[in-house]
């Protein structure tokens, strides 16, 4: 009797075994999906997937998700490094009461590329939101975000984070455009020819901890057009700030530096709620209101 059930455990480790094998075989490196796609198809090329969230789940660890044709393909979460390119037609992502891409878990690398990613005037959460309690590096390329009721891109983390995006643009948010904090270690961001416009909280609100760099950029027809509300510092070059509220806003504990940027139509352009505002005189100022103050004293060359 024994080794009759010695020989049935046996089988049984065998067959859990074969099982786990084929559901690890049936993850693919690279995956597709498609407007016209089905979530019970494979998602390989001749018979895609009809969401994100299908044909995650079948794509292996550093694989790619790639869109066959433009198409509407549902939010999804992402918890290990993988890219979602849909270079060969925008991809939506078109949310109610939701986040549109959750970025979630430990350590791992992700690339969202050419998205068109909606919340309905409001009615999403986040578009897309990264609180990683691992070390996490995410580059944003060719994305256009709009219309949800808190932040475009909510960095959120408990570890280092480390954030590209290029030639993006976030507008019509509720809340702010981009905003970054972790609650441990540091988030750097490198923002890259990134519209940010008609914010109604701000076009990046910059919290603890983090260290942005913005250049070649658009910050415009938000309320504040970047608040430094945390320790860290913001860094602004090469870049137009036109029709702000309040250009720039710096809380204690906070660095802001400016250099070779257009300043146009702001009501303010300098204000320093107990942090500090850096220029190197080389920034260019038109039809603005107030000047405010950076660095303590007024000043008419910014």
């Known amino acids: 009797m ?7 455990n046996l089988l049984a480790l065998a067959v859990l075994t074969l099982a786990f094998t084929s559901v690890a075989s049936a993850q693919a490196t690279r995956t597709w999906v498609s407007g016209v796609g089905d979530d019970a198809n494979p998602c390989s090329r001749t018979a895609p997937c ?3 969230a299908g044909a995650i789940s079948k794509t292996a660890t550093n694989g790619i998700i ?26 939506g992502v078109l949310v109610s009461g939701t986040n549109g891409i959750v970025i979630t878990g430990g350590a791992m690398t992700v690339t969202l590329r050419s998205l068109n990613i909606d ?4 009615s999403g959460v986040n578009g ?4 990683n309690s691992g070390q996490v590096i995410v580059h944003i390329i060719d994305v256009n975000i709009v219309g949800f009721g808190q932040n475009g891109i909510s960095v959120a983390t408990s570890a280092n984070a480390f954030i590209t995006v290029r030639d993006t643009q976030i507008h019509d ?22 519209a940010l416009w008609d914010n109604l909280g701000g076009g990046m609100n910059a919290g603890v901890n983090s260290h942005n760099l913005i250049h070649n950029s658009n910050i415009s027809l938000n309320a504040i057009g970047i608040n430094q509300s945390g320790a860290g510092a913001v ?14 806003q710096s809380a204690a504990g906070g660095t802001l530096g400016t250099t070779n940027t257009t300043y146009l139509g702001n009501g303010t352009v300098f204000f320093s709620n107990g942090g500090q505002i850096s220029t190197g005189g080389d920034n260019a100022n038109f039809q603005n209101g107030a000047l405010g103050l950076a660095n303590g004293p007024a000043i008419t060359k910014i």
């Not at 897309?128 to 609180?131: K, R, V």
């Open 173 to 194: 948010n509720t809340q702010a455009g981009i905003s970054t904090t972790t609650s441990a270690g540091v988030v750097a961001g490198d923002f890259d020819h990134v």
């Open 235 to 248: 860094l602004i070059s090469d870049s137009v700030m036109s029709l702000n509220t309040t250009a720039l």
């Open 2 to 8: 024994k080794k009759l059930r010695f020989t049935l």
């Open 128 to 131: 897309i939101l990264i609180n």
């Open 50 to 52: 009809k969401t994100f």
């Open 66 to 91: 790639d869109c066959l044709d433009p198409g509407g393909f549902g939010a999804v979460t992402i918890t290990k490094s993988i890219m979602i390119d849909c270079d060969s037609g925008p991809g």
């Open 119 to 122: 919340g309905i005037g409001g």
